[in-house]
C-alpha cells in the first residue's frame, strides 16, 4: 500500500513538471526548454559521455542505493520467495545491482541518440523552496547541447524499461504490470531524492 502510494505521489510530481515546464507564455510554440544553461555549460563528447556511463555503473551512489532497496526489500520479504538471511539480502542485492546496469545502460543509449545530458546541475538559486522545487524538476528535465532543458525521455523511459524487463527473472509473486509500475515510482522517487542531496550537500560541506 505504501509503495503504490509512492508510486502515485511521483507520478504525480511527474506531471505537475511537465505542466510547470510546459506553461510558458512567453513561447508561441509548444516547447518545455524554460531555463537558461548554467554556467560554462558544455555539451558532453562521446568519450565523455561514455566515461560518465561507465563511472555511473558501480559507483558510490549506485551502490548505497542498491543497498538500501536490497535493505527495504528484506525488511517487507519482497519477493517473499527469497525469503530471509544473509543469503537472501545478497540475492536482493545482486538484483538491484543488476537493475541498476540495465538502468543505466537504457539511459546511456537513448540519451546519446537524444542528445540529452541527465547530469545535475546545481541551481545557483536562494530560498528553500524554490532550490527543493528545482532538485524535484531536474528529475524530470535532461539539458540538450545548447544547455536549454526539456523532457528527460532517456531518463525516465529507462527507469520504465528497467521496471518493467527486470520481471523477466523475478519470483512469480513480483512480475505483474502492478509491480513494475511499483518498481519505477520508487526509482523515480529515489532519484528525487537524490537530486535533493545534490542541490544542498554543497552547501552543508562549506559549513
Not at 179 to 203: S, W
Request: charged share 20%.
Amino acid at each position: 500500500m505504501i509503495s503504490r502510494v509512492i508510486v502515485f505521489l511521483t507520478l504525480s510530481a511527474a506531471i505537475s513538471a511537465t505542466l510547470a515546464v510546459a506553461d510558458d507564455p512567453s513561447k508561441p510554440q509548444p516547447t518545455i526548454a524554460v531555463t537558461s544553461p548554467p554556467a560554462q555549460f558544455e555539451p558532453m563528447t562521446r568519450s565523455e559521455r561514455f566515461s560518465n556511463y561507465l563511472g555511473g555503473l558501480v559507483d558510490a551512489e549506485s551502490i548505497l542505493r542498491a543497498a538500501a532497496v536490497a535493505g527495504i526489500n528484506q525488511a517487507s520479504n519482497t519477493p517473499k520467495e527469497w525469503g530471509g538471511g544473509g543469503e537472501a539480502y545478497g540475492e536482493r542485492l545482486g538484483n538491484a545491482l543488476a537493475e541498476h546496469v540495465i538502468r543505466r545502460t537504457l539511459q546511456y543509449g537513448a540519451s546519446a541518440a537524444l542528445h540529452q545530458d541527465n547530469r545535475y546541475f546545481v541551481s545557483g538559486q536562494t530560498g528553500f523552496f524554490r532550490r527543493t522545487k528545482y532538485a524535484v524538476v531536474s528529475t524530470f528535465l535532461a539539458r540538450r547541447d545548447d544547455g536549454s532543458r526539456t523532457f528527460s525521455y532517456s531518463r525516465i523511459g529507462a527507469a520504465a524499461g528497467e521496471a518493467f524487463i527486470s520481471r523477466a527473472w523475478q519470483p512469480p509473486s513480483v512480475t505483474t504490470a502492478g509491480d513494475g509500475a511499483v518498481n519505477f515510482g520508487l526509482t523515480i522517487a529515489a532519484d528525487v531524492g537524490f537530486n535533493v542531496v545534490r542541490e544542498f550537500l554543497p552547501r552543508f560541506r562549506r559549513k
